[in-house]
Every structure is written in structure tokens, then in C-alpha cells.
T-cell receptor
Framework: ETGVTQTPRHLVMGMTNKKSLKCEQH?????MYWYKQSAKKPLELMFVYSLEERVENNSVPSRFSPECPNSSHLFLHLHTLQPEDSALYLC????????????FGDGTRLSIL | EDQVTQSPEALRLQEGESSSLNCSYT??????LFWYRQDPGKGPEFLFT???AGEEKEKERLKATLTKKESFLHITAPKPEDSATYLCAVQAWTDKLIFGTGTRLQVFP
């Protein structure tokens, strides 16, 4: 496979469930990102990992917990989510955090019941 | 405050009718400006990077230009397959990527 792959593509969960989103990149990049995309809003940066170390957390609630076990994989662990957390969650990767473009996966569409 | 504004919010064109999308920005030190295309149900697809005022990039029917305050994405003789949302993003010296809300383009045959 090439590019950035996200699974699952769709997820429906109750407010008390625990689930995880997975992202894998095959581009040899060493920086990875989680974004939230809601209707009519710009993409919101959630977390940044560079060389497997978290370097940015943009005031994201603790019910979202990222994990980066190596430079190719990124997870977003979810628990006790709220209805307003329903959105498209996008993963991206880039070569370091330089002015090189970020490449995105197709996202996970998350719906909270 | 770093900010990106895209206009128009939506654009309907007849096939072959050329037009331009605008991306205005204010940022503390521009490291790069990026254009992406996003189709429904998909992630953003990278199109261009522009680094300095006066720079231009072309790909098929698309041409991106950059000044010190804004960027334009020119679409020449568009086809229905060019229909998508086009996103602009700027990277400041803080390394953070700031996105606009996008322009939704519809091209009719």
C-alpha cells in the first residue's frame, strides 16, 4: 500500500464506549498529525508527533488520547465522547515539521449517539 | 493573529468557463502556502506548495500564484471532474498549518 491509510472509515459509538482510530503511513515520513474536520469549519489541528514524540497538543479534551508507537503508526484512543465530537478525523504525515506538504488519509467518519 | 480567508465560499461554473479562487492570509512569517483538493468522503489531496511572492505553479488546468497577502488558484476551461472543495493552508514560522474553510466548486456540463 502507498500513502496514508486510516481505519475504520466509519465508526458509530455510544457515549460510554471506548474505541481507537488507526493511521498508517507508507511515505517514510517522521511527523504525523491528527486533525478534526467539522462542517463549515477549518481543519482543526489536534496533535502532532515528530520522531514519535508528541510535540503539540492543541487544548484537546482528555477523552482523546493519542499514541505513536513508531514513525509509521498513529492511534487516537477515544472514550466517553460527547455528541459534539461527531466529525471527520483525519490523519496526515510529512517529512519532519518543515515547510513540506502534509499528506492526508481519507479519514474516519465518527458519529456519537 | 494568524488567519486564512477563502472566497468565494461556493462557486458554480459552466464547463469551459474559467475563473479564480482566492486565499487571503495574515501570518507572522510565511514558510509556505499549500493548496489542496478535497472530494466528498475523502481526505485532502495535495496540489501545490508556494514559498515566496511571485512564485507560480501549474498542473493541468490549475495554476496557483502567490503575493505577499494572497494566493489565487486559477482554473482554466474547467471540466466536471474538477468539481471539489479546494482548501488553502499557510504555514507560519511556528510550523503550525492554518487552514481556510475552503471553496466548494461545482462545474456543470
Amino acid at each position: 500500500e502507498t500513502g496514508v491509510t486510516q481505519t475504520p472509515r466509519h465508526l458509530v459509538m455510544g457515549m460510554t464506549n471506548k474505541k481507537s482510530l488507526k493511521c498508517e503511513q507508507h511515505l517514510g515520513h517522521n511527523a504525523m498529525y491528527w486533525y478534526k474536520q467539522s462542517a463549515k469549519k477549518p481543519l482543526e489541528l489536534m496533535f502532532v508527533y515528530s520522531l514519535e514524540e508528541r510535540v503539540e497538543n492543541n487544548s484537546v479534551p482528555s477523552r482523546f488520547s493519542p499514541e505513536c508507537p513508531n514513525s509509521s503508526h498513529l492511534f487516537l484512543h477515544l472514550h466517553t465522547l460527547q455528541p459534539e465530537d461527531s466529525a471527520l478525523y483525519l490523519c496526515a504525515s510529512s517529512h519532519e515539521r518543515s515547510n513540506q506538504p502534509q499528506h492526508f488519509g481519507d479519514g474516519t467518519r465518527l458519529s456519537i449517539l | 493573529e494568524d488567519q486564512v480567508t477563502q472566497s468565494p465560499e461556493a462557486l458554480r461554473l459552466q464547463e469551459g468557463e474559467s475563473s479564480s479562487l482566492n486565499c487571503s492570509y495574515t501570518v507572522s512569517g510565511l514558510r509556505g502556502l499549500f493548496w489542496y483538493r478535497q472530494d466528498p468522503g475523502k481526505g485532502p489531496e495535495f496540489l501545490f506548495t508556494l514559498y515566496s511572492a511571485g512564485e507560480e505553479k501549474e498542473k493541468e488546468r490549475l495554476k496557483a500564484t502567490l503575493t505577499k497577502k494572497e494566493s489565487f488558484l486559477h482554473i482554466t476551461a474547467p471540466k466536471p471532474e474538477d468539481s471539489a472543495t479546494y482548501l488553502c493552508a499557510v504555514q507560519a514560522w511556528t510550523d503550525k498549518l492554518i487552514f481556510g474553510t475552503g471553496t466548494r466548486l461545482q462545474v456543470f456540463p
